[in-house]
Nanobody, 120 residues
Framework: QVQLVESGGGLVQPGGSLRLSCAASGSIFGIYTMGWYRQAPGKLRELVATITRGGNIDYADSVKGRFTISRDNAKNTVYLQMNSLKPEDTAAYFC??????????????WGQGTQVTVSS
């Protein structure tokens, strides 16, 4: 079983910054993409950013220029630096690991989520 543990969420004022971390542990064999998704109450879960092992990155249009995703392959950890936060960024943020090569290719693993609230 793969376990993802997020940290770094909290309450910040508009324009503030937070850095989220997600550490993966367990039986991980293969190549995988890691990323961040978010979900506000009553809304669908949406992609925020993803990053491959080689460093290819994809951002949602709504966060481009404000958020930065990075990855430490040795630590199986992904980060999300969030700057210039807006109230509309308020959501539960979920870490995702998608296995693209390995015995369980195609599997998705999710963290429990960390709450980000942007409010004055």
């Amino acid at each position: 079983q793969v376990q993802l543990v997020e940290s770094g969420g909290g309450l910040v004022q508009p324009g503030g910054s937070l850095r989220l971390s997600c550490a993966a542990s367990g039986s991980i064999f293969g190549i995988y993409t890691m990323g961040w998704y978010r979900q506000a109450p009553g809304k669908l879960r949406e992609l925020v950013a993803t990053i491959t092992r080689g460093g290819n990155i994809d951002y949602a249009d709504s966060v481009k220029g404000r958020f930065t995703i990075s990855r430490d392959n040795a630590k199986n950890t992904v980060y999300l630096q969030m700057n210039s936060l807006k109230p509309e960024d308020t959501a539960a943020y979920f870490c995702n690991l998608h296995l693209i090569r390995g015995v369980d290719s195609g599997s998705d693993y999710w963290g429990q989520g960390t709450q980000v609230t942007v409010s004055s």
